[in-house]
């Protein structure tokens, strides 16, 4: 019974997720850590290695290296990562992506216990303020409600991090394989000559 309710909740709990991430993230965030990746604003890697991932982009898929937008930088973030799970070289990043839905969860579910502390406390409020009736016999509730909203920060700022070294993993990874896959192949018709 536990792992069925668990398992129940879990999937819940990523669709609410899922929502949370595409309604209120990607706002705060300004797009997805893949989506800003290859612009030049961001700032989780240098131009310079923004740069190689340009050329290599544009030798191995055709992607021109012009400017960048968001749907360019995705596109060859999703390019990146479907070859590397091809090639079967993906595990370190699917690390990264398995905290990445974690901390997204664990984030969502500490935003959820936030808001029913926060409706409580407006509940009390009004029957203080409007009928004179204390329904709570301490202040507790508040305390859990600022408990969970710092939760809520912090967790949410940690998938942020684990979503930008998930993006990370992917470019240096297929940058890593793509490189050996060159010097392979330049090798061979090295010795074909």
Not at 38 to 59: H, P
Not at 143 to 162: D, E, K
């Amino acid at each position: 019974v536990f792992v069925s309710i668990s398992y129940y909740s879990g999937v819940i709990m990523h669709e609410i997720s899922q929502f949370v991430q595409e309604k209120v993230l990607k706002k705060i965030w300004k797009g997805m850590p893949s989506e800003k990746f290859l612009l030049k604003a961001d700032s989780v890697c240098s131009i310079n290695e923004k740069k190689s991932y340009y050329s290599i982009a544009n030798d191995a898929f055709g992607i021109n290296d012009e400017e960048y937008d968001k749907e360019k930088s995705q596109l060859v973030f999703d390019r990146f990562r479907t070859a590397l799970q091809q090639a079967g070289k993906d595990e370190r990043s699917q690390l990264f992506n398995t905290y990445y839905g974690m901390y997204r969860n664990f984030s969502t579910g500490t935003l959820i216990c936030f808001l029913a502390y926060l409706i409580y406390s407006v509940i009390v409020l009004i029957n203080i303020i409007f009928f004179k009736v204390n329904i709570a016999k301490d202040i507790s509730y508040i305390v859990n409600g600022l408990a969970f909203l710092s939760f809520t920060l912090i967790l949410f700022r940690r998938t942020r991090r684990f979503g930008e070294t998930y993006v990370k993993y992917v470019f240096r990874g297929f940058a890593e394989y793509y490189r050996n896959q060159m010097n392979t192949n330049n090798n061979k018709m090295e010795e074909i000559k």
